[in-house]
């Protein structure tokens, strides 16, 4: 499995205004409902207030491949540049199973 922890930064609000675009075109549901995505939701930091953290999982880097090659990229790109956003981003290659069995003794289910 493939996170990304995507950061997007704007000013006067504008990280949030892009996520709420995003929502409103259902752009969100129909990355959602591509082959081998796995989580597509956003949060805002409590100490970033122009801030926007995306989590994104996909399955494997296929099917991350098809999606940035997808139509959806542009119309994101194009968001993205309409509200002047910076982005910084995180990449995370874990399986659940990866888990050490000492430090799922602090995981409460």
Known sequence: MIVLN????GLAGKAQEFASEM?????????RQQPGNLRYDY???????????????????TALDQHHQSEMME?????RE?????MKVERFVCEPEDIPEFDATYIQE
């Open 6 to 9: 995507i950061y997007y930064t």
């Open 23 to 31: 929502l409103e075109l259902n752009l969100v549901e129909r990355i």
């Open 43 to 61: 949060f805002i930091p409590l100490n970033q207030a122009e801030t926007i953290l995306l989590i994104d999982s996909w399955e494997n880097q």
């Open 75 to 79: 119309e994101i790109i194009k968001l």
């Open 82 to 86: 309409k509200y002047q956003l910076t």
